[in-house]
């Protein structure tokens, strides 16, 4: 594997996740700086860039001291939304490749609408590819829809959906356990949801976090990226994806 991604736990259900090339580190939405540079220092990693994927304060709340820290750092942020938050540093977007120093391999920006409407996801290319996808994709879920439209993150959604099957999945928050009990209740028969219900229990009962999924379970297991699938649209009398995906996202509003 080239790349191990490595969960940081803050607050009461947030990752912030640290890629590691040699003794070069990557980190993505510092909600807090303190367990992040003393995993640097305990390490003895050097920090060469910060990704953000939005500017909610539990993925930014430490980026400010974190930078006081280390100086040399890039970071990486995405325009402004309609929230107005502007944030120091290079700005991004769909389609660019980001090669920080010390870095060796691309890491590709996509912008993926929906959670808020200047949401990116990176992608690290390597063998397997890590998608460091913020609160847009969770493992049997998604995010809330705060700014953007059902048609947006559906979009957004379909694009993760055609990434390759191993593709690792790092979401920013916790929520297996409790979108596993929704997606079951879409489909309460899926053997693949049972399967996993149990194993994500069992790492989660020992303290293990749930993290990274993979995009080839995610299409098993996650009700938003099965919405372009006949049987589940007819089950829930919705006539196309964006009606099941509408559908579904307005009922685990209120689950």
Partial sequence: MDFIPEPIPILQDNYIWLLRQGQQAIIVDPGQCDAVHQYLLAHQLTLCAILITHQHSDHIGGLAQLRNYWPDAAVYVPAPSIQGVQLDGIQVQDGQYLLPDGWQTPIQ???????????????????????????????????????????QMLASLQRFAALPADTLVCCAHEYTLANLKFALAVEPENQALVEYQRSAENLRGNDFPTLPSNIGLELQINPFLRCTLPELQQRWQQPDPLALFTFLRQWKNNF
């Fill in 109 to 151: 920006v996509m912008a993926v609408p929906g959670h808020t409407l200047n949401h990116l996801a990176y992608l690290q290319t390597g063998n397997p590819p890590v998608l460091l996808c913020g609160d847009t994709l969770f493992s049997a879920g998604c995010g809330r829809l705060f700014e953007g439209t059902p048609l």
